[in-house]
Nanobody, 127 residues
Framework: QFQLVESGGGLVQSGGSLRLSCAAS????????IGWFRQAPGKEREGVSC????????NYAASVVGRFTISRDNAKNTMYLQMNSLKPEDTAIYYC????????????????????WGQGTQVTVSS
């Protein structure tokens, strides 16, 4: 059974940091693109970052460049999103997602390109 389990969300002050984790079970992340998405109240789900399945190229939304870092640990079958210098506008539910053999092309508005999702974790940044 394919499953992604997220952890690491919470409440943090502006300028603080959080690290989100997403552990995969039932399959290996090795051949999968991994992505992190977020959805704020009243807004559509948007891509934050993505690592392609083949080249391992990392991609970031303009709003998080220089502040967020995506990574994967294949040995632990876990993916991460390190979030630094958090801002109130980063407040959202964050989701991890994977898709086999995906290049990350168009991922920012491409939530439908991912077939397996975590349950989501709330990140709240206070001003």
């Amino acid at each position: 059974q394919f499953q992604l389990v997220e952890s690491g969300g919470g409440l943090v002050q502006s300028g603080g940091s959080l690290r989100l984790s997403c552990a995969a079970s039932g399959f290996s992340l090795v051949d999968y693109a991994i992505g992190w998405f977020r959805q704020a109240p009243g807004k559509e789900r948007e891509g934050v970052s993505c690592i392609s399945s083949s080249s391992g190229t990392t991609n970031y939304a303009a709003s998080v460049v220089g502040r967020f870092t995506i990574s994967r640990d294949n040995a632990k079958n876990t993916m991460y999103l390190q979030m630094n210098s958090l801002k109130p506008e980063d407040t959202a539910i964050y989701y991890c997602a994977v898709e086999r053999g995906y290049s990350c092309s168009g991922y920012i508005q491409g939530a439908r390109k991912f077939s397996t999702w975590g349950q989501g974790t709330q990140v709240t940044v206070s001003s």
